[in-house]
């Protein structure tokens, strides 16, 4: 068993910053695979960016140059920086994480673990 759990949502304008946290309560998280999804009203979740415990990053060319992850593997945690923020931004955050040894295969279907999401909206 295992928990994920978000903080840092909240309201931004755009071109803001804003960092969301995740505390993980996971038995072995060093090895799990770890990233941020998010589901914007009315349509699917989908994959913001991953980083695998060897610190290896990956993203959604929507998200590229604006957000950063950042992982504490001694701490259990994991950030998401978002920069430049836009409207389109706006959706649930979700924390994730999984077994997986592989980021490249780190998908919605192959997660583990997920955090309950803290909703992000961006004003104009």
């Known amino acids: 068993q295992g928990q994920l759990v978000e903080s840092g949502g909240g309201l931004v304008q755009a071109g803001d910053s804003l960092t969301l946290s995740c505390v993980a309560h996971l038995p072995s998280f060093n090895t799990h695979t770890t990233g941020w999804f998010r589901q914007a009203p009315g349509k699917e979740r989908e994959f913001v960016g991953a980083t695998h415990w060897t610190g290896v990053t990956m993203y959604a060319d929507s998200v590229k140059g604006r957000f950063t992850i950042s992982r504490d593997n001694g701490k259990a945690a994991l950030d998401l920086q978002m920069s430049g923020v836009k409207l389109e931004d706006t959706a649930v955050y979700y924390c994730?994480?999984?077994?997986?040894?592989?980021?490249?295969?780190?998908?919605?279907?192959?997660?583990?673990?997920w955090g309950p999401g803290t909703l992000v909206t961006v004003s104009s």
């Open positions: 994730a994480a999984s077994r997986l040894s592989s980021i490249s295969q780190f998908s919605s279907g192959a997660v583990d673990f």
